[in-house]
């Protein structure tokens, strides 16, 4: 087998197809994840409750691709800056993403394929779930190859991303209270318990109570506004940790979290205006408008960076409804302000019916950007499980890059095999020889 060497255009394909010798113990991950969320009342295993949360196998990437994802972020965060990109996105948002609270969003997620020409930058979300999952994933990697382990850099480490973690909900308290001590937090979603990532909701409220913050989790009917406070219980809330997918609080029983947070008297991110001016699918396609980005005032660089970086993207338009469907088999078909790929559909697999729902939504067409994929071995078998990259982002910084494993049209936790998976990367100028890819 021939020698990987970073330089090379894609060094590590080679590993995501031949390397197995290095892997989570997912038997300890359980047994450690288990007794955790026991003592918060979780009682069920996580191997019957979340079978398919975790792959056993990492991911390669090589450190041009990190370079190149970080690039795109950093572009796409100019652009966002801008005072002209925001008054166009925000005229057509629904007015409480006028309103401005002061905090940048926590956990925005950046989701890549890694495409022929290098990442693509498939979406943006701003409540990216699995980052305090994926460093315990990080926790129980090991290796049978001393080679391959000791030239990636891989997770960071568990208790250092925990701290950053909480310090950056603490930059998003100062940002709107300064030094005012912060007390409690709420983790906010619809029925918490049943919600699939609710495992880390409880890894969360932990995280706050052991650095002495009191943390509830709660559905959004259990929250009051009164006396001009947010309360759960009775009891002030200070933060809240936004999970839902209402993003703009506009249902009726999200009527006291939306006073909280015009009002000020609560501190609520990720927030509606993060979502108006990062996630909505069709804010892809202006990024990549040459001319509208250039009235802007965004710079040569950072538009041949984002025209590079993001797959062609339009807004659905039904006059354009015969061009579309015959352009069909090269294009993926999401909602605008959709999450968790629901309502997502591959072209080449849409029926008419269909095809006349996207027309009468609000839909966004993206040129379609296969996923690289990530061979696993079963028993003398191998097999070829999609994935996607994302980066966990806070205020322009990368925190931690994870992926995701599976098989389907969107990703999913319903994949033997697949699930979260740690990301691996080699260190600049780094050789991988014989002996890592033959162990």
């Known amino acids: 087998m021939s020698t990987i060497v970073e330089r090379e255009q894609f060094p590590v394909a080679r590993l995501n197809r031949e390397c197995f010798c290095i892997g989570a113990d997912l038997d300890a991950l359980r047994d450690w994840l288990q007794q955790d969320l026991a003592q918060r009342g979780f009682s069920k295993p996580v191997v019957e409750t979340h079978p398919h949360l975790f792959s056993a196998l990492p991911v390669f990437v090589s450190r041009e691709h990190v370079t190149r994802m970080r690039s795109v972020i950093g572009a796409v965060e100019s652009v966002v800056a801008l005072p002209a990109y925001q008054a166009a996105i925000l005229d057509r948002a629904p007015a409480i993403a006028r309103f401005t609270p002061g905090p940048h969003g926590v956990f925005f997620g950046y989701d890549f394929h890694l495409g022929d020409v290098g990442p693509q930058l498939i979406e943006i ?97 259990q929250l009051e506004w009164r006396d001009g406070l947010l309360r759960c219980g009775g009891e002030r809330i200070d933060l809240v940790y936004n999970r839902l997918t209402d993003f703009y609080f506009e249902r009726p029983e999200h009527a006291a979290l939306r006073e909280a947070y015009l009002s000020g008297a609560a501190v609520v991110t990720p927030h509606p ?35 590079s970086g993001i797959p062609p993207t339009r807004a659905v338009d039904p006059a354009d409804a015969e061009r579309l469907w015959s ?113």
């Open 125 to 221: 979300n701003t409540n990216a779930g699995g980052a305090l999952l994926n460093a315990e994933l990080g926790r129980a990697q090991r290796a049978c190859c001393d080679e391959v382990r000791d030239l990636m850099t891989g997770p960071v480490d568990v208790a250092a991303l925990e701290n950053r973690l909480y310090r950056m909900f603490l930059e998003e308290w100062r940002l709107a209270r300064g030094d005012t001590p912060l007390a409690r937090v709420a983790i906010v979603d619809e029925a918490p318990a049943e919600q699939y990532l609710f495992p880390e909701f409880l890894l969360f409220q932990r995280l706050f109570e052991a650095r002495g913050v009191h943390a509830v989790i709660t559905g959004p009917s």
């Open 273 to 307: 205006r993060a979502h108006a001016l990062y996630a909505n699918k069709r804010n892809l396609a202006l990024l990549i408008d040459e001319e509208r980005l250039q009235s802007w005032g965004a710079s040569q660089e950072t538009i041949a960076t984002l025209r």
């Open 327 to 439: 352009e069909r088999k090269a294009l993926f078909f999401k909602p605008a302000s959709g999450f968790g790929s629901r309502g997502s559909y591959r072209g080449d697999k849409l029926t008419r019916k269909v095809f006349a729902e996207i027309l009468d939504g609000d839909y966004v067409a993206q040129a379609l950007v296969p996923p690289s994929e990530r061979l696993m071995r079963d028993a003398q078998t191998l097999r070829a499980l999609k994935m996607d990259l994302r980066n966990y982002v806070y205020d322009g910084e990368v925190q931690l890059i994870a992926a995701r494993l599976y098989q389907g049209q969107t990703t999913n936790f319903r994949t033997p095999g697949g699930g979260f998976a740690p990301v691996f990367y080699p260190p600049a100028q780094q050789t991988l020889g014989r002996s890592a890819l033959e162990r």
